[in-house]
C-alpha cells in the first residue's frame, strides 16, 4: 500500500537534486524546509511564538527577517533548537496532512532535519543522500556564495553525517563518482515493490 518515504542529507548533500529527479519519476515531494519558511510567515500563532522568545525584529513587513536570524538565531546552537522546537511539531503535522493525500504507491518528505525531530516516526523508510564533506562545503559555498567557515557552521547544527547515514535505510551515493539518476530509478523500482508488498492494515 502506501509508503511515506523520507529522504535527507547534510548540507550540499544533493537531497533537493535528488528528490527533483524522484519527482521526474512521478512520486510527489513534500519540501519541509520549503514549508517550514511558509509555515513561518504564514501561522499566525507560530509568529507571535517567535517574535516572544527571539523580540519583535525577527520579523520585519509580516515576514521572518532571515538576516536579523542569521545572526542572532542560526548560528547559536541553543537558540536554533529553541526554533526548531517551535517550527518542527507545525511541519511535522502539515507532512502527514500531506502524506495523506497522495494517492501514489509512495510520497517523499524531503528535510535536512529528520532524526534531529521525532519526524522519523511518521515514515516508513528513510533515504541518506551522501556526499564527502569536502565535496559538500564547496557546493554550498558556490550555491550561496558563503565562505567556508560559515558553512562550517551550519554543519556543525546537523548531526554526524556518518551517524545520520547509518540510520537511513537507503543510501544514495551523490560524490561525484556514482551516477545519480541509475541510482534514483533503482531505488524506485525496490520503492514501489515494497509498497506492494506493504500489508494493508499497516498504511
Ligand atoms: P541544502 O540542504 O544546503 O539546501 P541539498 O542537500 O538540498 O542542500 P542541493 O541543493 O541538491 O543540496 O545541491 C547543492 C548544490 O550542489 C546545488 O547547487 C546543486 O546544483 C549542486 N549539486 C548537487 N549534486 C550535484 C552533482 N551530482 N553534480 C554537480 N552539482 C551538484
Redesign the pocket.
Known amino acids: 500500500m502506501f509508503l511515506r518515504i523520507g529522504l535527507t542529507?547534510?548540507?550540499?548533500?544533493?537531497?533537493?537534486?535528488?528528490?527533483?529527479i524522484f519527482e521526474l519519476l512521478g512520486v510527489p515531494v513534500y519540501y519541509a524546509?520549503e514549508e517550514a519558511r511558509r509555515i513561518m510567515n504564514e501561522n499566525e500563532e507560530l509568529r507571535l511564538s517567535i517574535q516572544k522568545e527571539f523580540g519583535e525584529a525577527a520579523y520585519k513587513n509580516g515576514e521572518l527577517d532571515r538576516s536579523y536570524m542569521a545572526s542572532n538565531v542560526f548560528q547559536n546552537p541553543v537558540k536554533l533548537e529553541m526554533l526548531n522546537a517551535l517550527v518542527h511539531p507545525a511541519t511535522i503535522r502539515g507532512a502527514t496532512n500531506w502524506m495523506r493525500e497522495q494517492r501514489t504507491a509512495y510520497a517523499i518528505k524531503?528535510a535536512?532535519l529528520i532524526f534531529e525531530s521525532t519526524a522519523a516516526e511518521e515514515l516508513d523508510y528513510i533515504i541518506g543522500?551522501y556526499?564527502p564533506v569536502s565535496l559538500?562545503i564547496k557546493?554550498?559555498m558556490?550555491?550561496?556564495g558563503v565562505s567556508y567557515d560559515e558553512v562550517l557552521k551550519r554543519m556543525n547544527n546537523q548531526i554526524d553525517e556518518d551517524i545520520k547515514m547509518k540510520l537511513c535505510d537507503f543510501i544514495i551515493y551523490?560524490d561525484?563518482q556514482k551516477l545519480?539518476i541509475p541510482q534514483v530509478i533503482e531505488l524506485h523500482q525496490k520503492l514501489l515493490r515494497l509498497a506492494e508488498e506493504k500489508p494493508l492494515s499497516q498504511s
Open positions: 542529507g547534510g548540507i550540499g548533500s544533493g537531497k533537493t537534486t535528488v528528490a527533483k524546509d524531503e535536512a543522500v556526499a559538500r557546493r554550498a558556490e550555491r550561496n551523490n561525484e545519480l
